[in-house]
């Protein structure tokens, strides 16, 4: 049975850091591209940052780029996104997903999500 199971989420004040993990368990961790998604209040749910099976490739949407980091560790099968800088339009579920293919808007597998918050 997979399970990606994200954790880390919480309220933090504009120019603050939160650091979201998302384990993994019933599938093969290594052969899956990862990636975070965002779903804001009314808005669709986007693609924020992927990262390649052996983490040597990161990609990320502008809208974030140079203040979040996506990294993984394949032997604790689990991928992160460090949030720097964070503003109130980054307010949102953030969800991970797995997929053998690269940087999908839609990928096979999701977790739960875990809610976001920046506010003052």
């Known amino acids: 049975q997979v399970q990606l199971v994200e954790s880390g989420g919480g309220l933090v004040q504009p120019g603050g850091s939160l650091r979201l993990s998302c384990a993994a368990s019933g599938f093969t961790f290594s052969n899956y591209a990862m990636s975070w998604y965002r779903q804001a209040p009314g808005k669709e749910r986007e693609l924020v940052a992927g990262i390649t099976r052996a983490g040597s490739i990161t990609k990320y949407e502008d809208s974030v780029k140079g203040r979040f980091t996506i990294s993984r560790d394949n032997a604790k099968n689990t991928v992160y996104l460090q949030m720097n800088s964070l503003k109130p339009e980054d307010t949102a579920v953030y969800y991970c997903?797995?997929?053998?293919?690269?940087?999908?808007?839609?990928?096979?597998?999701w977790g739960q999500g875990t809610q976001v918050t920046v506010s003052s």
């Open positions: 997903g797995a997929d053998s293919r690269w940087y999908v808007r839609v990928p096979t597998y």
